[in-house]
Nanobody, 125 residues
């Protein structure tokens, strides 16, 4: 079993930055594709960004492209989401998810088997 733990959320002013971390533990011998998703109050969960197991391929939702950057350090079993120029509409619970079989990173939630419990991000003045 693979366990995922998100951290780095918090309260930030509009225009500010946060870096989220997704730490994997358990059966980490194989590298996993990782996706970041978010769910705002009263809204459906949506894909934000994803990265292949090697880190060589990434994808972003249009709403965050150019502001967010996903990266990974496989030696630390950790994936990061650097979020810059944050907007109030970025407020949500952010989740990371993992899957061993995904070859091309995807923002389709059903493709992921393992999920963390989420970290709250609030963008407000």
């Amino acid at each position: 079993q693979l366990q995922l733990v998100e951290s780095g959320g918090g309260l930030v002013q509009p225009g500010g930055s946060l870096r989220l971390s997704c730490a994997a533990s358990g059966f980490t011998r194989d590298y996993y594709a990782i996706g970041w998703f978010r769910q705002a109050p009263g809204k459906e969960r949506e894909g934000v960004s994803c990265i292949s197991s090697s880190g060589g391929s990434t994808n972003y939702a249009d709403s965050v492209r150019g502001r967010f950057t996903i990266s990974r350090d496989n030696a630390k079993n950790t994936v990061y989401l650097q979020m810059n120029s944050l907007k109030p509409e970025d407020t949500a619970v952010y989740y990371c998810a993992a899957d061993r079989t995904i070859a091309i990173p995807t923002l389709v939630q059903d493709e992921y088997d393992y999920w963390g419990r989420g970290t709250q991000v609030t963008v407000s003045s």
